[in-house]
């Protein structure tokens, strides 16, 4: 017994070879079919957007937008990008933004009084590991010195070594700041091969050293100086602190130094 219940096809017509060297009849006829179908599609697809959108309109109780908003403006307005704080002002406004969010600052003058402090801490702390990133900055600490009993690192310094894992092990990770924002209380922390990222990301303690001069007014200024560097030039990574690790993932219960160090300081230097 045959079936009569064809199924329905959507496949669209024949399209002949493009490489042909000439179309038949039959085959300009293939190609006006496949236009004509194409074209019957696109007319369904823009009604029922029409039915869509009217629909949203309808629900909201208002007439369709029918064309695109005006953007007079593009990026930050130039009231902000003109708008600075003076050094006393990024300095107080800097300390009072991250320590609100659980980090330390304190004001150094030099490196060496900042080594002084870092030693005095991990005393403190009874650490018995530091990793620090391998800079002229972090070198002039000394730690080596103040703390000839403790286990101080510089990233990469031997290539055989598991720097993640020995920074995972950290009790201190110390790392230089390339800038900061006063207005969020952010400090800017860029990665390379001697800048491991995870120096800041996965000790117990971080310390970063923030140069005066490095301190802005505002997140952009930091941003922007990245565009003339070119691709080439980027760094690594790009990371943004603002104060220690916190969470409230599990049952909205605020967790300090789950995913980072639980105790951040800034040492303003300078």
Not at 231 to 254: K, T, V, W
Request: aromatic share 6%; proline share 7%.
């Amino acid at each position: 017994m045959s079936n009569t219940n064809q199924p329905f096809s959507a496949k669209p017509p024949v399209v002949p070879n493009p490489e042909s060297s000439h179309l038949t009849p039959d085959h300009e006829q293939h190609d006006s079919s496949q236009a004509d179908w194409l074209d019957e599609l696109e007319q369904k697809s823009k009604a029922k957007q029409q039915t869509f959108m009217n629909h949203i309109a309808d629900r909201l109780q208002r007439p369709r937008i029918q064309e695109a908003p005006k953007h007079p403006f593009r990026g930050a307005p130039e009231i902000w990008q003109d708008f600075n704080w003076n050094e006393a002002e990024k300095i107080e406004k800097f300390t009072k933004h991250f320590t609100e969010v659980g980090g330390n600052v304190l004001r150094m003058q030099t490196l060496e009084e900042a080594g002084a402090f870092i030693a005095e801490q991990s005393r403190l702390l009874n650490a018995q590991y530091i990793v620090r990133q391998q800079l002229p900055e972090t070198e002039a600490l000394t730690l080596e010195v103040r703390l000839p009993h403790v286990q101080i690192s510089a990233w990469n310094s031997h290539t055989e070594e598991a720097w993640k894992a020995r920074a995972a092990e950290a009790d201190i990770g110390i790392v230089l700041a390339d800038g900061a924002a006063a207005y969020t209380g952010t400090v800017m922390v860029t990665s390379s091969a001697s800048q491991g990222r995870s120096v800041s990301l996965l000790p117990t303690v971080c310390i970063v050293l923030l140069p005066i001069e490095r301190l802005q007014t505002r997140l952009g200024e930091l941003l922007i100086p990245w565009d003339s560097k070119g691709r080439e030039n980027l760094p690594a990574g790009i990371h943004f602190i603002s104060g220690p690790s916190r969470s409230s993932d599990i049952e909205n219960e605020l967790t300090i130094g789950v995913h980072g160090p639980g105790i951040v300081y800034t040492l303003l230097i300078g």
